[in-house]
Every structure is written in structure tokens, then in C-alpha cells.
């Protein structure tokens, strides 16, 4: 099968958790939880698009995940396409554009404690490296138009926030995955996501358990099978 064709088949796994995401923040009242992260805030906001075939849904709105529109839109086949979505944590809040499509993140917005006075001063990423390159005579020459020492920092800082909001992603994803590939899955996950889909009533504190059982299992497996192939 070619790459392209690998692709195009498995678009839906982004959809998927992008839902996931969806029905996981309003269950917990918008508290979510990584091992290694602990709890952190996640809900979506502003905006949502669904999709499926020539139907779509877009809803503008300041939580749009909690409106009737969305769920009638689920009801109706449709997954979400794209969500903005605000992420709290470490006492900083980021906000930025799930495209579950495609499975990337756009419009980023860092809220970081030394930029002060918004986005505009640091420099970006190409304009460091050009400054970095240039011989040294010719810095010399260029020298007020050099990035500051407060730019730098504040540069720097984005970059950690950035690799910070990555890493939290990724474990959001993954945890995701390892729920997604159990049989289990289909017996625990699926129903709660239909109820609450429905509008009826879903258990939070009894889907917690089996959810953390089902990771629990995933994180066991590698190990016994290490145990199993060191064993004499």
C-alpha cells in the first residue's frame, strides 16, 4: 500500500481523538490527567467543525462542545473536524486550533511570565539563526539592530513552553492510543461516549476506574514480556 494511501485511510484515527478529547473534558468537568503531567485544564472553546461526506457543522461560540447543535451534529455521523481548544496548566494557559484531519496544531498562543508586552518583540526562530551566521564584523556593525538580551530570554522561554505543550500532547495521544487498541475499548469506551452523546447520564468516577485500569494493562504488558525474555 503506498504512503499516501496509508494516510488517507487512517485520517479518522485524528478525528477520533479529537473526539475523545471532546467527551473526556466535559465528563471531567474540564480537569484531565497524564502520569507524567499530573491534572491539568482542558476544554474546547470559540470554535468547533464537524464534518462527514458533504455535511458539516461550524459553531462559534465561547464553549461550543456544550451546545445542542454539536451533539445533534454527532447524532447525525458527523465527526469533529477542527476544535480550538485552551489548555491551564503549570499555572499558564495556551490556547490553540486542533485540526484532527490532519492531526496538527495551528495558531498556537503561548502566555509566557517574561514576554510582558505580547508576541511582537521576540524574535522568531530565522531571524536568531540569521543574527547567529552573520560574521562577526558585520554584528558589529549591526549591533543595535541585534536582538536584546530580555528578546533572547523571552525566546528561550517560548521554546520550553513549546517542548512543555508538545510533551503533554503527545502523552494525551498516546494514552488515547492505548485505549483506542484494546478490545476493551469497544465494551467500556464506546458506550460511554454514546450516552453521552445521547445527553444521558454517564458515570465519571466509574469510567475513571476502568480507564485507568485499561492503561494500567498497557503499561504491564511491556514489562512482563521483558521479565519473560530475561527469565532463564
Known amino acids: ?7 488517507e485511510k487512517r485520517r479518522f484515527v485524528g478525528r477520533e481523538f479529537l473526539l475523545f478529547l471532546w467527551f473526556e473534558s466535559e465528563l471531567f468537568d474540564g480537569t484531565l490527567a497524564t502520569a507524567e503531567h499530573g491534572p491539568f485544564g482542558l476544554w474546547l472553546e470559540r470554535r468547533l467543525a464537524l464534518t ?9 461560540a465561547p464553549l461550543p462542545g456544550l451546545g445542542r447543535e454539536a451533539k445533534e451534529a454527532l447524532l447525525r455521523g458527523q465527526l469533529p473536524k477542527s476544535a ?10 495556551t490556547c490553540f486550533v486542533l485540526d484532527g484531519e490532519r492531526l496538527c496544531v495551528a495558531g498556537l498562543k503561548l502566555h509566557n511570565v ?7 518583540d521576540a524574535p522568531s526562530l530565522e531571524e536568531l539563526r540569521a543574527t547567529m551566521q ?3 564584523r558585520s554584528r558589529r556593525k549591526r549591533r543595535d539592530d541585534a536582538p536584546s538580551d530580555e528578546q ?12 512543555e505543550f508538545e510533551a503533554l500532547l503527545v502523552a494525551l ?12 475499548f469497544a465494551e467500556h469506551v464506546v458506550p460511554a461516549l454514546q450516552r453521552w452523546v445521547r445527553g444521558s447520564h454517564v458515570d465519571a468516577e466509574a469510567y475513571r476506574a476502568v480507564r485507568e485500569s485499561m492503561l494500567r ?16
Open 84 to 93: 480550538g481548544i485552551r489548555l491551564a496548566f503549570k499555572d499558564d494557559e
Open 152 to 163: 533572547y530570554e523571552v525566546f528561550y522561554e517560548r521554546m520550553r513552553l513549546t517542548e
Open 1 to 7: 500500500m503506498q504512503l499516501v494511501d496509508r494516510i
Open 52 to 60: 462527514s461526506g458533504k455535511e458539516s457543522t461550524k459553531i462559534t
Open 114 to 120: 517574561l514576554d510582558q508586552e505580547g508576541d511582537d
Open 134 to 136: 552573520q560574521p562577526p
Open 217 to 232: 494493562s498497557t503499561t504491564a504488558r511491556p514489562r512482563e514480556a521483558a521479565a519473560n525474555a530475561s527469565a532463564p
Open 173 to 184: 495521544y498516546r494514552d488515547f492510543l492505548r485505549l483506542r487498541l484494546q478490545p476493551a
